[in-house]
């Protein structure tokens, strides 16, 4: 597609129930990034993709985080358990390396 | 240990003056520095970027500047539109490119009429 289309566009969970977030990228984009934002803080980085290389997990915040890209195609973020904490806009971005992110509009997730 | 500093959570600026958003980084490994631009509910998009190998990128309006020495750079828009008005998170990447970004917590720009 055009851009970096993310899904759902908002999602209110209960606390404890688990939650997929999925990312479709820009065709072509080798690199895929998952960053969240909340409420009143700044960009916190989660994972990176490059291509077939393992995935830097280093900003995951805990095991209930997890996620996984097919290829150079599809990433879905997955939240185990989730908590009143883990309320926060999800976003993705995909870049061709060196080329700078194109950014989603991100998940809007609420735990009730 | 927060890599990207924008220490001002918010900023207000009249229509038709100049808007100074500043950014400190403590990486000095850092060589490329980016400004996004986000608007409520849509995801950041690329505003401007300069090479460390640079003190100064001019885009239209954008202008942003760095001091190496200081590990500051700054972005400023003139004149300030009412369009401008979002939220201005500064990036940082070691390596030249734009891969692997640190972002600081943003600026909300505020443009008053």
């Known amino acids: 597609g055009a851009g970096v289309s993310q899904s759902p566009s908002n999602k209110v969970t209960e606390k404890g129930k688990d939650v997929e977030l999925r990312c479709d990228p820009i065709?072509?984009?080798?690199?895929l990034y998952w960053y969240r934002q909340r409420l009143g803080q700044g960009l916190e980085f989660l994972i990176y993709f490059q291509g077939n290389s393992a995935p830097d997990k280093s900003g995951l915040p805990s095991d209930r985080f997890s996620a996984e890209r097919t290829g150079e195609s599809v990433s879905t973020l997955t939240i185990q358990r989730t908590q009143q904490e883990d309320s926060a806009v999800y976003l993705c971005?995909?870049?061709?390396?060196?080329?700078?992110?194109?950014f989603g509009s991100g998940t809007r997730l609420t735990v009730v | 240990d927060q890599q990207v500093k924008q220490n001002s959570p918010s900023l207000s600026v009249q229509e038709g003056r100049i808007s100074i958003l500043n950014c400190d980084y403590t990486?000095?490994?850092?060589?490329?520095f980016l400004w996004y631009k986000k608007y409520p509910a849509e995801g950041p998009t690329f505003l401007i970027s300069?090479?460390?190998?640079?003190d100064k990128n001019e885009d239209g309006r954008f202008t942003v500047f760095l001091n190496k020495s200081a590990k500051h750079l700054s972005l400023h828009i003139v004149p300030s539109q009412p369009g401008d008005s979002a939220v201005y998170f500064c990036?940082?990447?070691?390596?030249?490119?734009?891969?692997?970004?640190?972002f600081g917590k943003g600026t909300h720009l505020i443009i008053q009429p």
């Open positions: 990036a940082a990447s070691a390596g030249g490119g734009a891969d692997g970004l640190t």
């Open positions: 300069i090479s460390s190998i640079k």
């Open positions: 990486n000095s490994m850092f060589d490329y």
């Open positions: 065709s072509g984009h080798t690199a």
């Open positions: 971005a995909s870049s061709l390396r060196q080329r700078g992110y194109t």
